[in-house]
């Protein structure tokens, strides 16, 4: 059986996209427009172009070959799971910056005010592996593909999960539960061993977990048990990567901060 490289039309997931997409282009000029002078910080292109980078990977996830890929491929299903969970979030949230997200600042902070313990960081983790834990059993997993309605239940817990965890590492707006020293570091470490032992676990069973894959025709050559082991290693290695670059770049962000906090000391005391 040859793959299926057809092209899925999903309206809902079309629609979303392009209202999302708009409203935040027209947040962006707006900001644009009103703050010339400040303009590379408060609405610097490259925020633009990380947000459509972020709408780009929720299409390429539900509405592009991939997505009927990943009905005969468990490694194709992972790639669509690391676009929604990790890298569709990083993105859309590197799009904002403090001045971008004003509209919204008071009723986040309000939300997270009101939300009590579910916003704090450690929720955000437990939130984080028990997603992806909870649909990897396998009986989960096979209602998902087997469930249209479930499937997008998955998909929509994948992008939540994600952007609550993405959201305490990356967020413009001070955060009233904040991470502080090396609490990132604990935050992402503690997710990502968990995940990614889940994917060595995927990578190294001795047989294919998942009868919705054994049973369907195989493409590309690819036994079950290899397209899982496939699959296992593109999340142990993908949480890897994104775990070492997020700790490099806080690392850099931090470095940065305490700089400019010198700066300020230094400027205070020669006053």
């Known amino acids: 059986m040859g793959p299926n490289l057809s092209w899925p039309f999903s309206p809902p997931v079309i629609v979303a996209v392009a209202a999302i997409g708009g409203i935040y282009v027209r947040r962006w000029r707006r900001v644009r427009a009103q703050a010339a002078a400040r303009r590379a910080a408060d609405a610097p292109v490259w925020r633009l172009c990380c947000f459509a980078g972020s709408l780009l990977c929720v ?74 834990w909870a649909w990897h059993v396998p009986a989960a997993y096979d209602q998902a593909l087997r469930r249209p309605a479930v499937h997008v239940l998955e998909h929509a817990s994948f992008l939540l999960a994600g952007s609550l965890y993405w959201w305490h590492l990356l967020s413009p707006i001070r955060a009233r539960l904040r991470l502080p020293g090396l609490g990132p570091v604990v935050y992402m470490a503690a997710t990502k061993l968990f995940v990614g032992a889940l994917g060595m676990g995927l990578a190294f069973a001795p047989k294919a977990l998942y009868p919705y894959y054994v049973h369907h025709a195989r493409v590309w050559g690819l036994s079950a048990g290899d397209d899982q082991a496939v699959a296992g290693l593109i999340m142990a290695v993908e949480q890897s990567l994104v775990m070492g670059t997020a ?17 300020r000391r230094e400027r205070y005391e020669t006053v």
């Open 59 to 132: 299409l390429i996830a539900l509405c592009s070959p991939l997505d009927s890929l990943a009905e005969q491929l468990f490694s194709m299903h992972m790639l669509q799971h690391v676009l929604l969970l990790d890298l569709a979030p990083i993105l859309a949230i590197l799009g904002f910056t403090r001045v971008l997200l004003r509209p919204l600042t008071r009723a986040v902070r309000k939300l997270e005010g009101r939300a009590g313990l579910l916003a704090a960081p450690a929720f955000a983790v437990l939130l984080y592996v028990a997603v992806v």
């Open 247 to 263: 700790v490099v770049v806080l690392f850099i962000a931090a470095l940065t901060e305490s700089e400019r906090e010198q700066q």
